[in-house]
């Protein structure tokens, strides 16, 4: 499967914009899909510029409610829709509530447009749903291992109250191809191992790479998770047998510190950039 990065947090080139977000576009042997779309419209030009053109896409996805990764979702509804066969975009129930970020003192709104809810293109997803050819939308239910700690600053608001967001509106996407397990998430706020833990379980084989922002960082907050935690999920990578790529919400601190963990079994990916996985 090859990823292109069309925006991440940041970029080497002048040519493309970065910004806090995440838009890629995998292909596979028999599929384009449009994983994410970044906080605005950044995202096309960044795509014009790589000579791409995201209405060739078949499918697009929605990770989860939070505008960092649908903010663009009107800019490519507007961009696509004279296209021949303009690809459905799969968002999970309860992704277009309101979503906040911050404290319970003081928060700011993070989520989607509700008023792109009703959208003919929207197709409301549960916890699985088979896109064919290999490829699997799957949602989160719990796990053994602990939530990323920037998650207390992210809250949803239920019957007029700010409750802490419970992640309801999260998915991943598995893709099976050539007889490779590969897990693509967004923001990881289930927290990966948990979530790589439900990929194999779905899978009935271990993942051979995994595609994700691990969300270690809090950029509302200024945080970044602390060494330590860090250098645990590093711990619990290098027992595995898999190949990790990772952007965004992982920052490059904690980064820097996986990558010392993982040597070359961890990449870094940044705007504008393409690897075969």
């Given at each position: 499967?090859?990823?292109?990065?069309?925006?991440e947090?940041?970029t080497?080139?002048?040519?493309?914009?970065?910004?806090?977000?995440?838009?890629?576009l995998?292909?596979?042997?028999?599929?384009?899909?449009?994983?994410?779309?970044?906080?605005?419209?950044?995202?096309?030009?960044?795509?014009?510029?790589?000579?791409?053109?995201?209405?060739?896409?078949?499918?697009?996805?929605?990770?989860?409610?939070?505008?960092?990764?649908g903010?663009?979702?009107?800019?490519?509804?507007?961009?696509?829709?004279?296209?021949?066969?303009?690809?459905?975009?799969?968002?999970?129930?309860h992704?277009?509530?309101?979503?906040?970020?911050?404290?319970?003192?003081?928060?700011?709104?993070?989520?989607?447009?509700?008023?792109?809810?009703?959208?003919?293109?929207?197709?409301?997803?549960?916890?699985?749903?088979?896109?064919g050819?290999?490829?699997?939308?799957?949602?989160?239910?719990?796990?053994?291992?602990?939530?990323?700690?920037?998650?207390?600053?992210?809250?949803?608001?239920?019957?007029?109250?700010?409750?802490?967001?419970?992640?309801?509106?999260?998915?991943?996407?598995?893709?099976h191809?050539?007889?490779?397990?590969?897990?693509?998430?967004?923001?990881?706020?289930?927290?990966?191992?948990?979530?790589?833990?439900?990929?194999?379980?779905?899978?009935?084989?271990?993942?051979?790479?995994?595609?994700?922002?691990?969300?270690?960082?809090?950029?509302?907050?200024?945080?970044?998770?602390?060494?330590?935690?860090?250098?645990?999920?590093?711990?619990?990578?290098?027992?595995?047998?898999?190949?990790?790529?990772?952007?965004?919400?992982?920052g490059?601190?904690?980064?820097?510190?996986?990558?010392?963990?993982?040597?070359?079994?961890?990449?870094?990916?940044?705007?504008?950039?393409?690897?075969?996985?």
């Amino acid at each position: 499967m090859k990823v292109t990065v069309l925006l991440e947090n940041a970029t080497p080139s002048s040519r493309f914009i970065a910004k806090h977000g995440l838009s890629l576009l995998l292909e596979t042997g028999s599929r384009r899909i449009l994983f994410d779309m970044g906080p605005d419209e950044s995202f096309l030009h960044n795509a014009r510029v790589l000579g791409i053109d995201v209405a060739t896409a078949d499918t697009a996805v929605i990770s989860h409610g939070h505008y960092d990764h649908g903010g663009g979702l009107a800019a490519y509804l507007d961009a696509t829709g004279n296209a021949d066969a303009p690809a459905p975009v799969y968002v999970r129930e309860h992704a277009f509530d309101e979503h906040l970020s911050g404290t319970l003192e003081s928060c700011h709104p993070c989520g989607l447009d509700p008023a792109l809810a009703s959208d003919a293109r929207i197709v409301p997803t549960g916890e699985l749903r088979a896109l064919g050819d290999g490829l699997l939308l799957f949602a989160h239910a719990g796990g053994d291992h602990p939530l990323p700690s920037a998650n207390r600053r992210l809250f949803a608001r239920r019957d007029g109250e700010l409750v802490p967001d419970t992640f309801s509106h999260e998915q991943s996407l598995l893709v099976h191809e050539g007889g490779r397990y590969i897990l693509v998430s967004g923001c990881s706020h289930a927290g990966i191992l948990n979530i790589m833990a439900r990929a194999e379980t779905l899978a009935g084989a271990p993942l051979d790479a995994v595609v994700a922002g691990f969300h270690l960082t809090a950029p509302s907050a200024g945080t970044v998770a602390d060494a330590e935690t860090v250098r645990l999920l590093a711990r619990e990578f290098a027992s595995l047998g898999t190949r990790f790529y990772t952007f965004h919400c992982t920052g490059l601190d904690a980064y820097g510190i996986l990558r010392d963990g993982l040597g070359d079994r961890v990449r870094y990916l940044y705007t504008g950039c393409s690897v075969t996985v």
